[in-house]
């Protein structure tokens, strides 16, 4: 029955609804008239025998044009009591103007009362009666019950939204507004947050929908960090920005993003400051592929350049991005031409003939290998990719009188204890030194933590394993780290590279730092699902601590030292760290890539040491020498040739 009621066209449901109130209406005419005179015969029949013929005639009419058939019954809420109470007003009073035009003597007044009330409560308990059996009788048997947090107008969407779906079924709202609490939406009561404990128990709540679109992130983290002990899965909707036309779909509800629990506010960008390198500009990025490169060109784009050229490794990534920023330059409504050249860093002469070819204005070098343990292993390819790479790019943006160069460096060149922090403060001191002996090319380097989303973060591992039922895996219980999401970190290296004045080194404020563990478990819990440990045997999802990988930091730092000013962002900070004049440097340069050249990595971390005074391996060189005897260290796919003295990889 239901299945053939709701594939039938609109315009047979509103006759079958016209249909009914004429029949429902005659018989509360013919109700009112019985408690009026406490019975009914054939002569009343008689007497009011105009009127009743009229009621059809006259209310269905009236219902049409105020738009009571309109309606869809299964979406109607409070809204159609007004509605209901207009058309049964006008009916009555235009049925009581034609009893006296009859001239129907003697006509009780009370009939008229009893009517009204009866085709009120007639037409409200019809349509809402008929919604809730359309509801629950469309209702999926697998519809999770969930509760709505927000009972203002996104809500109210949202709650429009999950009836028109049989995934979800709305079982109870809740609020802090107090003012609001103990009312209805759509039929459904709002609650006190406080009541959430008794009410998940009580309607069997399994997820929770946060209906919250204008509240900041400050004030999100605060109420998932409520949530957090229901154990529940909680979903968010999108931002107010988002709900165009006032419309809102089950398929934009998303899951709690890591950027959510962190509650950080984004400061909103200078717009002077992103135009300043940019518009109307020619400009270049390396490493346009990867997760920075490619973030810095979609906001570049943004930006009106007059080219954007693009260079990266990958084959892949680069065309990727290149289709990306093209179907963007569409949407965007923007004609710009876009430049990809497939090539290396490394590339001296590729490098002079791209900036031959066209007069770059702005350079941000993304290119870089990241991956700590990687690099470790590695660590002959990562100083050629980031030490030497940068030199050779920098060195052919100087010749080229390129005006402002970007490098976008890392929390991890603090002190660092690994190959590739090394190696990206090495980075930093070429670009210092290059600034000191030249005043053609504006140098400046931008210091940040982890990005969210990036190819090397935890988040998506973690959310893996969670989908996959565990277990998580974590290096260290103590692991704490930076977090900012890659789109603010684009931004802020786009206005902090408008600031430099040559040889700066800009940190990010990259507000408080995560400990590992603890994301790892609210990530769990706002799954829905319990961590598995001595305390919860019946968790769901263990966590296992591996140990730290190579090279790894427990804490992470954004300071060598403390001579740090602010500047006119307050998201960005300028550091004075030391420098090395660079002839001294020069020297340093041309013994590390003699002995990269043979790979001689006992002398490479001796020089490593000596030009970045701060780094302290995890390991000594007597660690690497004993795992190479024991034929479990392969570097750079060479054959470990080791002796007591020296430890090298050849060919």
């Known amino acids: 029955m239901l299945h053939y009621l709701i594939n039938l066209s609109r315009l047979q449901k509103q006759i079958i609804a016209a249909s009914l109130d004429a029949v429902c209406l005659l018989v509360t005419f013919l109700l009112a008239i019985w408690l009026r005179y406490e019975g009914f015969n054939d002569e009343l029949f008689r007497h009011y025998f105009g009127l009743i013929i009229s009621i059809p005639l006259i209310s269905v009419p009236i219902f049409i044009r105020i738009g009571l058939y309109r309606a869809v019954v299964r979406f109607i809420d409070q809204k159609i009591i007004s509605t209901i109470l207009i058309g049964a007003s006008t009916s009555v009073l235009l049925l009581a103007f034609i009893g006296i035009m009859l001239h129907i003597m003697p006509i009780s007044r009370a009939i008229f009362g009893f009517y009204w009330a009866g085709v009120m409560i007639y037409l409200c308990a019809s349509r809402f009666i008929a919604r809730t059996w359309l509801l629950n009788a469309g209702m999926s048997e697998n519809a999770i019950p969930v509760c709505i947090y927000g009972g203002g107008k996104a809500g109210a969407l949202l709650a429009g939204a999950l009836r028109s779906g049989g995934e979800y079924v709305c079982v109870a709202f809740v609020d802090d507004n107090k003012h ?31 209906a919250l679109p204008t509240i900041s992130k400050a004030r999100q983290k605060q109420i998932l960090d409520q949530l957090e002990h229901l154990k529940l899965k909680i979903k968010v909707t999108p931002s107010i920005q988002s709900l165009v036309n006032g419309e809102l779909r089950v398929q934009d509800i998303r899951d709690v993003e890591i950027e959510d629990l962190l509650g950080r506010n984004q400061v909103a960008p200078d717009t002077r400051l992103l135009a300043t390198c940019i518009t109307n500009k020619h400009v270049m990025v390396t490493g346009a592929g990867g997760s920075i490169g490619s973030e810095l060109c979609r906001q570049i784009v943004r930006q009106k350049p007059k080219k954007l050229i693009l260079l990266d490794m990958s084959e892949y990534a680069l065309y990727a991005i290149e289709q990306e920023l093209s179907a963007l330059l569409s949407q965007l409504g923007l004609e710009l031409e876009i430049l990809p050249f497939l090539g290396s860093v490394l590339d001296a002469a590729k490098l002079d003939k791209i900036f031959s070819a066209f007069p770059i204005d702005t350079l941000y070098h993304a290119a870089a290998y990241k991956n700590v343990p990687l690099v470790e292993h590695n660590p002959v390819e990562g100083i050629r990719n980031n030490v030497f790479g940068t030199l050779t790019v920098a060195q052919a943006a100087m010749c080229a009188k390129v005006k402002n160069f970007v490098l976008i460096s890392t929390d991890k060149a ?68 930076y977090f900012m999401t ?102 340093f340069l041309q013994e590390l890539e003699t002995a990269c050249n043979d790979f001689n990595y006992a002398e490479i971390r001796a020089l490593l040491m000596k030009i970045v005074a701060e780094y302290q391996p995890q390991c000594g060189i007597e660690d690497l020498i004993w795992q190479a005897t024991q034929g479990s260290t392969m570097q750079d796919d060479k054959k470990v040739v080791t002796d007591s003295k020296n430890l090298r990889l050849l060919p």
């Open 414 to 481: 603090v002190r660092p204890t690994n190959v590739m922090g090394t190696t990206k403060r090495m980075a930093e001191l070429i670009l210092q030194a290059c600034a000191r002996k030249q005043h053609t090319t504006r140098f400046c380097m931008v210091r940040f933590g982890n990005v969210l989303g990036s190819s090397g973060s935890v988040v998506p591992l973690f959310r893996k394993q969670i989908m996959e039922g565990g277990p998580i895996t974590l290096t260290h219980p103590e692991i704490t780290r």
């Open 180 to 210: 609001i609490q103990g009312s209805t939406i759509a039929g459904i009561k709002v609650h006190s947050p406080a009541d959430l404990d008794n009410l998940v128990p009580k309607r069997d709540i399994k997820q929770i929908l946060l």
């Open 486 to 587: 890659i789109p603010e970190a684009a931004q802020l290296v786009l206005q902090a590279g408008a600031m430099g004045e040559g040889g700066d080194v800009f940190v990010l404020d990259m507000g408080e730092p995560v400990k590992i563990v603890d994301l790892a478990r609210r990530m769990v819990h706002l799954s829905g699902l319990e961590v598995k440990s001595e305390t919860t045997p019946d968790g769901t999802i263990e966590i296992q601590h591996v140990g730290l990988r190579p090279g790894e930091k427990l804490f992470e730092e954004l300071l060598i030292g403390d001579n740090v000013e602010g500047t006119t962002h307050p998201l960005i900070m300028r550091a004075q760290e030391n420098e090395i004049p660079w002839d001294k440097l020069n020297n």
